[in-house]
T-cell receptor, first 112, second 113 residues
Framework: GAVVSQHPSRVICKSGTSVKIECRSL??????MFWYRQFPKQSLMLMAT?????????EQGVEKDKFLINHASLTLSTLTVTSAHPEDSSFYIC????????FGPGTRLTVL | QKEVEQDPGPLSVPEGAIVSLNCTYS??????FMWYRQYSRKGPELLMY????GNKEDGRFTAQVDKSSKYISLFIRDSQPSDSATYLC?????????????FGKGTTLSVSS
């Protein structure tokens, strides 16, 4: 069965709005979750590591004020894309690591 | 030079063919080598992982690692239309933040019936 779920699976929004994506680990507690972004025909790029109870760790080049991460509980991490622009349109995937890495189904964001 | 190189394809084969997917890498510190399968608009799912040089077989899939040449392969025997997907190689190494996971761009495979 699924280890990680994401909601929504797809979202279309207007430029300038904020979008929240939820990532839930199912059946187990995850102190760390990972957020990736995947542009068409490109590899997955790690954006940030979400840590329960503390600040997220962002990869170089990722704006922490634009991509807000909240790891409120051991089973939920949220990524909020603030003031989204068309260049933020991408496939956002979260994952957890239990010996191996399990990925969520992804959220396709389209910013008009 | 990127750390992990993977030909994006697309690769088109008839049903029943043997498929060979490959990645090369430059960082000799990579420890684990993995292959993920990603269907369209879905998250990646782990197919196989290996640690040492050599072959590892799982059903119709064989993962091969050659650390001396910094080259890994995934072979699919008796390919099926349901194998049509993007296959990503990935590698891990330890860094100050823990374990880093680096992906190739993925190879898109299409198996026709």
């Amino acid at each position: 069965g699924a280890v990680v779920s994401q909601h929504p699976s797809r979202v279309i929004c207007k430029s300038g709005t904020s979008v929240k994506i939820e990532c839930r680990s199912l059946d187990f507690q995850a102190t760390t979750m990972f957020w990736y972004r995947q542009f068409p025909k490109q590899s997955l790029m790690l954006m940030a590591t979400s840590n329960e109870g503390s600040k997220a760790t962002y990869e170089q080049g990722v704006e922490k004020d634009k991509f807000l991460i909240n790891h409120a509980s051991l089973t939920l991490s949220t990524l909020t894309v603030t003031s989204a622009h068309p260049e933020d349109s991408s496939f956002y995937i979260c994952s957890v690591r239990i010996l191996q890495q399990f990925f969520g189904p992804g959220t396709r964001l389209t910013v008009l | 030079q990127k750390e992990v190189e993977q030909d994006p394809g697309p690769l088109s084969v008839p049903e029943g063919a043997i498929v060979s997917l490959n990645c090369t890498y430059s960082n000799s510190a990579f420890q684990y080598f993995m292959w993920y399968r990603q269907y369209s608009r879905k998250g990646p799912e782990l197919l196989m992982y290996t640690y040492s040089s050599g072959n590892k077989e799982d059903g119709r899939f064989t993962a091969q690692v050659d650390k001396s040449s910094k080259y890994i392969s995934l072979f699919i025997r008796d390919s099926q239309p349901s194998d049509s997907a993007t296959y990503l190689c990935a590698m891990t190494f330890a860094n100050q933040a823990g374990t880093a996971l680096i992906f190739g761009k993925g190879t898109t495979l299409s198996v026709s019936s």
